[in-house]
């Protein structure tokens, strides 16, 4: 069974910087892309960024381009979303999800409160 | 980027009903399209992929069919566990995009 465990969230700031994880135990971590999604309150979902299985290709929403970078470290099985000059609007739960069509694995989800 | 319109935004229905969403994709997509269904409080489920497979351990009373850029989710007889949240996800070209979601409430 597939398990995704994002953390990471909590109350920053406005302008302020925050580093989400999200470990992925037990999967051949650098086999799949990855990517987060969001969904602010009360609102739908919105794809904020992707990346290949190796990290040699990221995509970004064009709400968080140049602000958030994706990464991933393979021998630790674990993706990041480091979060900068954060905004009210990125208010949301984010979850991790597998694979390029986001597919059945998806994390639980760890809250990111922008305010001061 | 590929938008995604989906309609109805919301709906009334009741258990029994033959329920229809649809979707409509700004450019084709091929069948890069899924759809999820969300409970409040949770996390989005999988319930369709490349527009028409079924996940595996989803009741067969949820399908969906198209092609191109019209795609449709249907329910052929609403249980009282479909309420929810259902939203389309575009997996064709990076920005990837989801419809504006669709709730189905009891009638």
């Known amino acids: 069974e597939v398990q995704l465990v994002e953390s990471g969230g909590g109350l920053v700031q406005p302008g302020g910087s925050l580093r989400l994880s999200c470990a992925a135990p037990g999967i051949t971590f650098s086999s799949y892309a990855m990517n987060w999604v969001r969904q602010a309150p009360g609102k739908g979902l919105e794809w904020v960024s992707g990346?290949?299985?190796?990290?040699?290709?990221?995509y970004y929403a064009d709400s968080v381009k140049g602000r958030f970078t994706i990464s991933r470290d393979n021998s630790k099985n674990t993706l990041y979303l480091q979060m900068n000059s954060l905004r009210a609007e990125d208010t949301a739960v984010y979850y991790c999800?597998?694979?390029?069509?986001?597919?059945?694995?998806w994390g639980q989800g760890a809250l990111v409160t922008v305010s001061s | 980027d590929i938008q995604m319109t989906q309609s109805p935004s919301a709906m009334s229905a009741s258990v029994g009903d033959r329920v229809t969403i649809n979707c409509r994709a700004s450019q084709g997509i091929s069948n890069d399209l899924a759809w999820f269904q969300q409970k409040p409080g949770k996390v989005p489920e999988r319930l369709i992929y490349?527009?028409?497979s079924l996940q595996s351990g989803v009741p067969s009373r949820f399908s969906g069919s198209g092609s191109g850029t019209e795609f449709t989710l249907t329910i052929s007889s609403l249980q009282p566990e479909d309420f929810a949240t259902y939203y389309c996800l575009q997996h064709n070209s990076f920005p990837l995009t989801f419809g504006g979601g669709t709730k189905v409430e009891i009638k």
């Open positions: 990346i290949s299985g190796s990290g040699d290709s990221t």
């Open positions: 490349s527009v028409s």
């Open positions: 999800a597998k694979d390029w069509d986001l597919g059945e694995y």
